[in-house]
């Protein structure tokens, strides 16, 4: 027992020491924090100035409270949203929105018809029975079959690439893969026209955006000279600031072809990280159909990032990105849409599988049976009307029908194309007036109905959709 007390005042007798040889700093800091522990323990508790309701009371307040609309006030009786469509039956070249006639479809993104080939349907038949009809996880955790990692291997040695990561939606490909780069401090360049899930990465990236000119690199020269000028005044801050550009192979909005090499250019001039978005281009340019790179032989180590949906060409959904290992294993960790939603049925992703199989096989033939009927198309619609103006490129399976004469009002010349998109309905066509978020848009796109060509189309089809454009402009403008 004696020992003990003698090693407790040893130990007293050390913490004393040791107190002794601190700094006057350290002496007042723990003074200061014995301070406040003693005044927590004894400060006292200042009274709730919460105010106790009697049930008669709260009664009243609710009885005089009236909620907010969900929308700022009733839409009108012809929006478009109150008189939706209806496809009965399966979607192909030709549907029935409940007339029992069969309409042709010019309003599907469907460019190759994929769906309609019989080994992607067995092939996600097979899928289905061996993996069911989800994966019910995110790709991190519990959402990734074999099929997942086997799309991700074929597209990257499709595109000649290091790898390739899968999303399960189109939408947050592009959305997600911008800012997962892109950070506050950064400068992006990009078209006033892409498209709105592009601009919502911009938006997430917190960059600075700064828009040049639809489709006009020398605008984009003279923002990236303005630019140098502005760097040389600031050396330290420019070199850690990074400069991105953001364009679409098609875009999607107008239906035009992107200048890619005068990008490619300007890329390497002023060191840029180019991200392109192939959701259109992708299996409909280029003699393998790779899309814009493809088309113009651009090699893929000038392009640091390529992003795509799955939901046009490919038939299926979902969408990808392909680059280096670093540039997608960094997606990995940092893709929001990536790392938070579920991941894509494995069906779906089997059915991308095979549209890659068609591709590597018949993709020549395919590229150049669709850009003959979007040539013919496009001539047929330009000589459709005087009434009604045709935008986008002779190549594009996306085009663009405007006004020609616009009234300056916009919600008045939706209102007139919804007219003739119903009245081309009665001559046999199915079209879609192009739907934008007005309010959200950047540059709002001009009101246009959106034409989509596909691969199938026959000459007599195609005159078919001439003679229905000219006769419902003719009816609705006189």
């Known amino acids: 027992m004696s020992g003990v007390v003698a090693a407790s005042q040893w130990n007293v007798y050390e913490s004393f020491q040791a107190l002794m040889q601190a700094g006057p700093y350290h002496l007042a800091l723990e003074g200061v924090l014995v301070l406040c522990i003693l005044w927590l323990f004894t400060a006292k508790k200042k009274p709730s100035k919460m105010v106790r309701l009697s049930k008669k009371e709260e009664e009243e307040l609710l009885a005089e409270w009236t909620p907010d609309p969900l929308i700022p006030a009733p839409p009108p009786a012809d929006h478009p949203g109150l008189h939706t469509r209806t496809i009965y039956g399966k979607v192909g070249r030709y549907i029935d929105l409940g007339s029992g006639t069969k309409l042709l479809n010019l309003g599907s993104h469907n460019y190759l018809n994929m769906d309609q080939r019989e080994e992607v349907q067995a092939g996600a038949l097979d899928c289905l029975h061996q993996y069911g009809v989800g994966s019910c996880g995110p790709r991190g955790f519990y959402g990734t079959t074999e099929v997942h990692l086997r799309l991700e291997e074929r597209l990257a040695a499709y595109f000649n690439c290091e790898a390739a990561v899968l999303y399960s939606y189109g939408f947050s490909t592009s959305a997600s893969a911008v800012p997962a780069y892109a950070k506050s401090g950064d400068i992006i360049y990009a078209d006033e026209m892409v498209n709105f899930a592009l601009q919502r990465g911009l938006q997430a990236s917190r960059s600075r955006i700064v828009y040049f000119r639809h489709n006009d690199p020398n605008h984009l020269e003279q923002l990236l000279e303005e630019q140098v000028k502005l760097d040389k005044k600031d050396p330290k801050k420019a070199a850690a600031t990074r400069k991105f550009l953001v364009v679409e192979g098609i875009y999607v909005n107008t239906g035009r072809l992107c200048r890619l090499p005068e990008l490619v250019s300007l890329r390497r001039r002023y060191r840029l990280r180019l991200f392109l978005d192939e959701s259109v281009s992708f299996g409909t340019l280029g003699p393998n159909c790779r899309g814009a790179t493809d088309h113009f032989d651009i090699p893929m180590k000038d392009v640091d990032l390529i992003m795509a949906t799955l939901e046009y060409s490919a038939s299926a959904y979902g969408g990808f990105c392909v680059g280096t290992n670093f540039v997608v294993e960094h997606q990995r960790l940092s893709g ?129 959709a001439r003679d229905a454009v000219a006769k419902a402009a003719a009816d609705v403008l006189g």
């Open 336 to 464: 929001l849409g990536y790392c938070f939603s579920a991941s894509l049925p494995p069906m779906l992703a089997a059915v991308s599988i095979k549209v890659v199989d068609i591709l590597e096989q018949e993709g020549a033939e395919l590229v150049e049976q669709l850009q003959s009927k979007c040539r013919q198309l496009h001539t047929a619609l330009a000589s459709a009307s005087d009434k009604i103006e045709l935008s986008g490129d002779k190549l594009s399976p996306v085009k663009h029908l405007h006004l020609a004469e616009p009234s300056g009002d916009r919600d008045r010349d939706e209102a007139t194309l919804r007219d003739i998109v119903q009245k081309a309905e009665s001559y046999g066509v199915v079209l879609t007036v192009a739907c934008y978020l007005v309010d959200r848009e950047t540059h709002p796109p001009r009101p246009s109905i959106r034409v989509s060509a596909h691969k199938d189309l026959t000459w007599a089809e195609i005159e078919m």
